[in-house]
């Protein structure tokens, strides 16, 4: 039963996330929002560098002083065929600081790289790898800045093919997203 809820939290944080970044697409793209810095994702899969600057951001701006949590996403390309994803949810508040989940486990961190298969100029399919679902995955986010401007931080990890045995190693990974 946990896995089916642990993956049904990993799919709802991937719509999440992508509804997210649909709706950035009404801000102005790349650059620096509010004097605090430019906007970018980027990390290397399996050794390959990878930039998902495209329509990058992190979740609403949080309407308390407790940070409950952080979504952070953006895209290869303005197209949406490759995109990558982080969401950390905590009760009692994220803060700056390092998080890391190992396996299952009870620390609802997550990051996702997504592959959307297009025909027609339709999407047919996502392939998601995701971490932390399975034994072997891990993830570790590290917040260096959280601010009224958005989140800065760093992270990595190994992520498994949803449905499959394929794993992908997330390294280098680096963030400066504004709140949408």
């Known amino acids: 039963m946990k896995n089916i809820t642990s993956r049904v939290q990993h799919v709802l944080v991937a719509a999440l996330v992508m509804a997210m970044i649909g709706l950035s697409g009404c801000k102005k793209n790349g650059g620096t929002a509010d004097g605090e810095g430019e906007k970018f994702l980027n990390c290397k899969i399996n050794g390959k560098y990878y930039e998902f600057n495209s329509g990058v951001n992190a979740n609403d701006k949080p309407s308390t002083d407790t940070v409950h949590f952080v979504v952070i996403g953006g895209w290869e390309k303005p197209d949406k065929i490759k995109g990558f994803g982080i969401g950390l949810t905590l009760p009692e508040g994220a803060k700056e600081a390092?998080?890391?989940?190992?396996?299952?486990?009870?620390?609802?961190?997550?990051?996702?790289?997504?592959?959307?298969?297009?025909?027609?100029?339709?999407?047919?399919?996502?392939?998601?790898?995701?971490?932390?679902?399975?034994?072997?995955?891990n993830f570790k986010l590290t917040i260096t800045s959280l601010t009224e401007w958005g989140v800065k931080g760093t992270f990595s990890g190994k992520l498994e093919l949803d449905g499959g045995d394929d794993v992908v190693n997330v390294t280098e990974g680096k963030f400066s997203a504004p709140y949408n």
């Open 98 to 137: 390092t998080y890391t989940a190992t396996g299952p486990t009870d620390l609802e961190l997550n990051g996702q790289y997504y592959i959307q298969e297009m025909k027609d100029g339709k999407i047919m399919n996502t392939i998601v790898y995701t971490g932390v679902q399975g034994e072997g995955t």
